[in-house]
DNA sequence: GTTATCGGCTGACGTTACGTCAGCCGCAAG
DNA sequence: CTTGCGGCTGACGTAACGTCAGCCGATAAC
């Protein structure tokens, strides 16, 4: 019977040889002999094999699934079709990566103003310099007037007030409730008031989400949360998206 | 300054600790210091570092190049704009892998197109009355004898075979080789051969031919070519006409 | 007869971002 | 003093080969 070494299926198929050598370390395809020197030889039903290994490769299947399939341990059409699911969920996931990316894109190229992060609630001057950098003068002055506005009673107010949602919402937490749940939702909304309150002005959504981001992003403000509840920045951020998803 | 260590970052961040470690051995990521017992301790400079990672992470940066970002070697928006056009890229690959898997499948559960699966696994009712029509009930006859007489391998491997043959039509087809240049009459001979195996005999140039036409007639075949190669079919029919002139 | 040259072959490392042990260490509670 | 809890350092595994480095046998040139 004709036999073809490395060289000749290599020409014959396109396969590089360290590849036919990989093939046969993982027992996808063993040559029909092996020489004095080790010398693989392919007779014609390993060749036909072969083909069928590189179309099955076109798909995008693995090596050891296909293995199956030409063994006979899997029926090609459920490979196929389990693949298929995969390859829809690798490209859902790929786009919402793109659409995140654009959207970067897109904030490191616009105007800073419309870059959603704020954040107010560290009135004191540590901060201030921070928000004014990274969200622009007239924000922070919106905000500083409104605070101003506000009677004295309310400002000494402000850091028990925000303490009482925190600890609301590291109750809900403790009981296992969803950040979407209607009763955190309820907090939340109460949170978002109290920043439009602050603000001077209502959140919109992506200032809003932007917010929740800072929550988290920032260690110290993610452990001011953890003082209360563990993963409470984590939580409330979930709260705040899903606010301003279902709201702005 | 407050300092964290592994575990505490663990539970403020949501990252493993083997991941710190791993980002300390790359060097995206050393702790502030390293105490008794090489116990890493971050202070807030890490932890916002580390907040910048995670959200380039986000948006599956790899790390070399979330470092290079992060040390000023790479400028955010070249890197995210370069990352937009790999993932665009990725995207497409997937949504032609998905389309010829489905392809796939489909002709698996019953089809409407001709293909090398359906074309001699036993010819099926509708093109075995076609074919004793053009090449008469001998010829139907011997052939099925002929594919009866191969082995499983062989006969499984079929359609491997034409999908080769067919890639290798292809490719000489996008690079502009005429049908009748040399290099695609050689294919062309390699096709002849194995349709001779198929059919139990060495096809006269009017069968040749006839073959070649109904690739182009029949839009059940020329479908099944044209998810190679748009205008395969035809492409083929040329080479096999030159074929049949020159050698039969 | 010897040597330079082809192939071919066998390790073995590199790739990506960690997961998952195994085994050792220091410190604090029982 | 023994447990036990963290934490740490290797080291292997992952998918499918690419890419050497170093060795071997057969052939062609000298």
Redesign the pocket.
Known sequence: MRMW????VVKLTGV????L??YDAIGLLEPAEVG?????RYGRAELLRLQQILLF?RLGL???VIAEILEGELAEVVALERHAEQLAGERERLDRLAATVDATIRQLEGDQKMTPETWFEGLNDEYEAEARRRWGDAAVDASDTAVKAMTDEERRAIPARFEALHRRLAELKEAGKAADTEEVQTVVADHYAFMASIWGTAPTAEAYKGLGALYTEDPAFTATFDDVATGLAVYLREGMDAYADANL
Chains 1, 2 share one sequence.
């Open positions: 070494q490395t060289s000749e590089s040889a360290r590849a050598r990989h004095r020197g080790g010398i693989r490769k693995r090596l050891d």
